[in-house]
């Protein structure tokens, strides 16, 4: 596989499954996407699912050897598949300066200075901010989206 080839792979995402490859939305903070088909896979993979370079090859590379996403394991649940640079900080830290305008704003500000990784910064909503999980999984789409660097 030449890395040109992987640039123009396109098809369906695997990673609207949870557990695809091994990748496990609690163990590696995947965040799942809608089931759907892009032209540019190897950059949504980076993009949106935050994953690096050397695993979004590896992921390629199954992806045209026609390995089936929901047996093939890739990855263990102690890896680290997520760009780590990749952080957030909470939206209702009264630090954050670009907090998205909350319709009904139930959540208390908070104090948490630190950007989380995506994940951690979800279970932070639930936990610190008593927010539904689907709600916190929806405003932390926004974030990705809105915080979104084009490189
Ligand atoms: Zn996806
Ligand atoms: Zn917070």
Redesign the pocket.
Known sequence: MTSLSARKLSGE????LDGAFGLKEDAHGMY??ARRR?RELPR??IQ??KLTLSNVKKICQALENDKDPSKEILFQSNELVIDQTNQFQCPFSKYNNQSPKMENSIVRPCRTIKPKLPHTLCYHLVRDHGMARSDAKNLMYKIRINGQTLT
């Open positions: 995402c695997p990673f609207w799942l996407c892009y949504h993979f949106f699912h």
